[in-house]
């Protein structure tokens, strides 16, 4: 699996950081997400996610960055062919995004992480 992006948890706050030319691919140094708008954390194979209309970013097929419109959503991507990918669903959308779609190096890891965080700030 491709690591193309850093998740940091700062505080109340989960930090998305696009790594090395995705930076340029997303126009993206940074996303930061309030914990608290995050409703549901997902690991999803990549078939069967839609995409949608491209506005920002590049679609290389292999390579997804960016900002996308989909059935009525919009949301960022960042993500690298080669297995499955972190879906984060936002609520009320943050960042001007309503779901986030991220290559990480281990998933699984990170939504546990994030849901255990989320859980003792409740």
């Not at 340029?24 to 995409?51: D, N, Q, T, Y």
């Not at 920002?56 to 989909?70: E, H, M, N, R, V």
């Not at 009320?92 to 990480?104: I, K």
Request: aromatic letters at 10%; glycine letters at 10%; a positive charge.
């Amino acid at each position: 699996m491709s690591n193309r992006n850093t998740l940091i948890i700062d505080g109340d706050l989960l930090r998305v950081r696009p790594r090395g030319l995705d930076r340029f691919w997303c126009f993206r140094r940074e996303l930061a997400v309030p914990l608290a708008s995050i409703r549901e954390v997902r690991v999803l194979p990549k078939k069967g996610v839609a995409r949608g209309l491209r506005t920002l970013g590049a679609d290389l097929g292999f390579k997804i960055s960016g900002t996308y419109y989909a059935e009525g959503s919009v949301n960022f991507w960042n993500y690298r062919a080669g297995g499955p990918l972190l879906a984060i669903t936002l609520s009320p959308a943050q960042e001007g995004f309503t779901h986030l779609f991220l290559s990480v190096g281990d998933p699984e890891e990170l939504r546990e992480r994030i849901e255990k965080t989320r859980a003792a700030r409740t």
